[in-house]
């Protein structure tokens, strides 16, 4: 059971928006820290897609944007293009746990 | 241009220690600047953090393996080390090497190894 709660999956057709939610609690998201986003294709390590809650590191397209609220995060993906189709994962610092926290993931399939 | 490269043993019997190591290029492991990270992700699961390095070797590990888990830091060869001891099956995964964005726990994953897979099984 992750500290930080993902759907498992979502889906959407190209050129849909999708959005993906990253569900914490007091001591992670809703005690103020920051939320980072993670884009993992298959057989892939991880890639930083968004970062301080809404935050694109240089080269990820604008069509990805993120955003936090209360106890909770969402990461949006607009224009979905056939190469999005991979895991996201959230991540944050948990204050009970002293470290980081991950979602369990979502799988997104660009139909 | 930053590049980290995990290496160590693809195989571990059970009970045994499992020994990783993370090469680091392009960046100074004994900066000031980052903490390093050592991530791992069962095979088919999500992403699990094991521990992270800060500052003159400080280190923070997750609560569920602090008791199993040793980590650090050679700065002549400029590399970071990972033992996890009293393998299991569990513990069978891919294990990532990353840097934190900045000197601190908080901050995001920016720059990954591109993992290894290690297996215990007898």
């Known amino acids: 059971q992750s500290v930080l709660t993902q759907p498992p999956s979502v889906s959407g057709a190209p050129g849909q928006r999708v959005t993906i939610s990253c569900t914490g609690s007091s001591s992670n998201i809703g005690a103020g820290y920051d939320v980072h986003w993670y884009q993992q294709l298959p057989g892939i390590a991880p890639k930083l897609l968004i970062y301080?809650?809404?935050h694109r590191p240089s080269g990820v397209p604008d069509r990805f944007s993120g955003s936090k609220s209360g106890t909770s995060a969402s990461l949006a993906i607009s224009g979905l293009q056939a190469e999005d189709d991979a895991d996201y994962y959230c991540?944050?610092?948990?204050?009970?746990?002293?470290?980081?926290?991950f979602g369990g993931g979502t799988k997104l399939t660009v139909l | 241009q930053l590049q980290l490269q995990e290496s160590g043993p693809g195989l571990v019997k059970p009970s045994e220690t499992l020994s990783l190591t993370c090469n680091v290029s392009g960046d100074s492991i004994s900066s000031s600047s980052h903490c390093w990270a050592w991530i791992r992700q069962p095979p088919g699961k999500g992403l699990e953090w094991i521990g992270s390095?800060?500052?003159?070797?400080?280190?923070y590990s997750n609560p569920s393996l602090k008791s199993r888990v040793t980590m650090f830091v050679d700065a002549s060869k400029n590399l970071f080390s990972l033992r996890l001891t009293s393998g299991t099956a569990a513990d069978t995964a891919v294990f990532y090497c990353?840097?934190?964005?900045?000197?601190?726990?908080?901050?995001?994953?920016?720059?990954w190894g591109q993992g290894t897979l290690v297996t215990v099984s007898s």
């Open positions: 990353a840097r934190h964005q900045a000197l601190s726990l908080t901050a995001p994953f920016d720059a």
């Open positions: 991540h944050s610092y948990d204050s009970s746990l002293s470290g980081s926290v």
């Open positions: 301080d809650n809404s």
């Open positions: 390095l800060c500052y003159r070797g400080n280190s």
